[in-house]
């Protein structure tokens, strides 16, 4: 339909992204997805049969022009958008008193830089639909880690998430902060899974989807999503 909501989720080739983009799909949105890598890009889009409301978009979440290039050819090739879902994001899983620096940048610019840049390129078309920013954080932003630099970026888009928010509310735009504890996603890839019991993927994109499509004029601010188990 050409008048339905439109989504772009940034990190959206793999993991709690795809799930996003797939429930999204289902529920009849047009969805653009981003990612770095072109392949993997190809597969989520093969594995659903290269669906006419699926956009995919080779692209980097922290560079601006990247980021400004897939607001613009989202809005291009469907008219409107309604919701950016700023996914994309990584651990170095290491600690800052012991691990190594070489591995940070990339992590500190992904998560932090990245969604501040995807707010800023896609506010201009979300005050004209009334939409709503989501950002994907963690548990890991509100309780503190020993040495845990990737649960500092994830402190940060906590905050990020209620500055925004006190800022754009009155345009009618929302903006929802999704936390989960333990997914299993390719975030463990090369680094094994935790221990305890596991979230999945399509679980948190349940819940983002469900924030989503809240009524008019509710706006969910901040779901902290854990697994049964899971202490911290």
């Not at 890598?37 to 979440?61: I, K, M, Q, Y």
């Not at 707010?119 to 009334?130: C, G, N, Q, V």
């Not at 630099?149 to 903006?175: F, S």
């Amino acid at each position: 339909m050409t008048d339905s909501p439109v989504a772009l989720i940034t990190g959206g080739g793999s993991g709690i992204g795809a799930a996003v983009a797939r429930r999204l799909l289902d529920a009849g949105h047009r969805v653009a997805v981003t990612g770095r890598g072109e392949a993997r890009l190809r597969g989520f889009a093969a594995e659903l049969g290269d669906p006419d409301d699926l956009l995919t978009l080779v692209g980097n979440a922290s560079d601006y022009d990247d980021v400004q290039t897939a607001v613009a050819t989202t809005i291009k090739e469907f008219g409107r958008l309604d919701t950016v879902v700023a996914n994309a994001g990584f651990a170095s899983h290491d600690t800052v008193a012991e691990g190594d620096p070489a591995g940070w940048t990339d992590m500190v610019l992904t998560n932090v830089l990245g969604p501040a840049l995807l707010i800023r390129a896609s506010i201009d078309a979300l005050k004209e639909t009334r939409g709503r920013i989501v950002l994907v954080g963690s548990v890991a932003g509100f309780v503190n880690g020993p040495g845990n630099i990737y649960g500092a970026t994830k402190w940060a888009v906590t905050g990020l998430a209620e500055n925004t928010r006190r800022q754009v509310t009155d345009w009618g735009v929302g903006v929802t902060l999704i936390a989960p504890g333990r997914v299993e996603t390719p975030f463990w890839d090369g680094n094994g899974l935790p221990p305890g019991q596991l979230l999945t993927a399509d679980q948190i994109a349940e819940t983002v989807v469900w924030a989503v499509r809240q009524p008019d004029g509710v706006d969910i601010n901040t779901v902290v999503v854990r697994p049964l188990g899971q202490p911290n």
